[in-house]
């Protein structure tokens, strides 16, 4: 396994779920009853990140941990001032090259000849299959008897691997050459325009659209729900004959690129015009913001246009500046999208950071755009995105391999999104969106590492 390295960033995963079964029983005093857990999570990542991580959770709180031969296996020092003695026992299972379960169980021993106590709520028939702790290393004197899951270990990895916000790459991130093959053969513009892909209006949502009005949404980058629910809503405003303007986080110096796209046929030599001429759509390492489904939204927007919808698209983040300097350009930048359209309804994706319209409370001197239009425009509102467990194509830094690495990662929704009804401060609400689902970058479906 490779070696562990400080913990300055964390690793994503994905999950599906399987049945599991009753080796991993824990008792519920609430219940009565030893409950298993009802699925297993299945991390998208290398096992060996997955077990480096875990590993990282022990040796945090002072557990030396061993590793069996062949690395997929772990036990940790014993529990201390806990009799008769435990242990932690770590089992790794590789089901593809990026599909990793890893399974932590708390197991008990009791000495040699002294037979393990029943456990209310199970009858003796119903005790763990000790032949499945075979592997957890013996103590003399002692046996291992008793093992169950240890769902709150669990839990803490999840969050780990899970909870880890994505990065944004601005600066020193050049584009590539096109190749054209990615696009595909050049065909013909049908003669009928097609229709925009409206979907059924968002419930509640005509509550928030307004003359003159700001909304600020929180994007999970590179999923494509996010460009779904903004597309959803912008055709909901703009079927109600109000104009809309849609901020993205797109460079600014995209913009006229965008309007010329937006005036064309959409058509295939528009697109691969768009394209390659832009310096954001062909970064290096893609970020999320110029997935494929985002790329569909800019689509979606020239199709309203053609039917007569009154919607504009702003380019309203920075290339190059980073820090507070890049949160002032995004401010002024929208400010000023905003002004050229006064009586539209602003309708903004960006990263939950920047969509905040209050200060961080990790860094007092940062000041998010959303907090800086909020002062100018105080009729701004911020919405939070609740999702269910699901993936995004983000870039997040490898603590392990000590680059940064732009792929298909899993995301959680964090403590804060399971109770509606505490929002954080500067959040007016949440909109749902269920299960995220991945969207590649629009000109490359594999993922990349810098050195």
């Known amino acids: 396994m490779r070696r562990l390295g400080m913990m300055l960033g964390l690793l994503g995963c994905a999950g599906c779920a399987t049945a599991t079964r009753g080796l991993a029983d824990r008792y519920n005093p609430e219940t009565g009853r030893y409950e298993a857990p009802k699925h297993e999570l299945v991390y998208h990542l290398p096992v060996e990140d997955a077990l480096l991580t875990t590993r990282y959770l022990f040796e945090k709180d002072r557990y030396a941990v061993m590793e069996k031969e062949g690395g997929l ?31 932590v169980f708390r197991i008990r021993y009791f000495q040699e000849g002294v037979s393990a106590p029943e456990e209310p709520g199970r009858s003796k028939g119903q005790l ?39 990065l944004e790459l601005v600066g020193g991130n050049p584009p590539v050459a096109l190749d054209p093959s990615v696009l595909g053969e050049k065909g013909e513009t049908p003669a009928t325009p097609p229709a925009p892909a409206c979907g059924a209006p968002v419930e509640n949502a005509a509550s928030l659209f307004a003359a003159g009005g700001v909304l600020l949404v929180a994007d999970p980058l590179g999923t494509h729900e996010v460009p779904s629910v903004a597309l959803r809503m912008v055709c909901e405003a703009t079927a109600q004959g109000l104009p809309v303007t849609l901020a993205l986080s797109i460079p600014a110096p995209e913009q006229p690129l965008l309007e010329r796209y937006l005036s064309s046929d959409g058509g295939p030599e528009a697109v691969q015009q768009l394209l390659s001429e832009s310096a954001f759509w062909r970064r290096t390492y893609q970020d999320g913001r110029s997935s494929r489904a985002m790329l569909g939204l800019v689509e979606q927007v ?81 919405l939070d995105v609740g999702f269910q467990r699901g993936t995004q194509f983000a870039c997040r830094y490898n603590v392990w391999s000590e680059g940064v690495e732009c792929n298909v990662f899993g995301i959680s929704p964090g403590p804060e999104a399971w109770q509606s009804s505490k929002q954080p401060n500067g959040v007016h609400g949440r909109l749902y969106l269920g299960a995220l689902t991945a969207s590649p970058p629009a000109l490359s479906s594999t993922s990349t590492k810098s050195p």
């Open 73 to 103: 296996e772990m036990f940790t020092s014993f529990i201390p001032d806990v009799t008769p003695p435990e242990r932690y026992y770590i089992e790794g299972k590789r089901l593809g090259p990026r599909q990793a379960l890893v399974r």
């Open 128 to 166: 763990p299959d000790l032949a499945a702790f075979s592997n957890v290393p013996g103590l003399e004197g002692f046996r291992p008897a008793q093992g169950y899951r240890d769902l709150a270990v669990e839990q803490k990895l999840l969050e780990l691997l899970e909870m880890a916000p994505a």
């Open 302 to 382: 020239r199709r309203l246009r053609v039917s007569g919808r009154d919607v504009a698209l702003a380019a309203i983040d920075s290339d190059k500046a980073r820090g507070n300097e890049r949160e002032a350009r995004m401010a002024q930048h929208l400010l000023g999208a905003q002004s050229k359209r006064p009586q539209a309804w602003t309708l903004v994706l960006a990263g939950s950071v920047h969509a905040r319209t209050t200060e961080v409370s990790w860094d007092g001197d940062y000041q998010p755009m959303g907090a800086r239009v909020a002062r100018a425009l105080p009729s701004v509102r911020f």
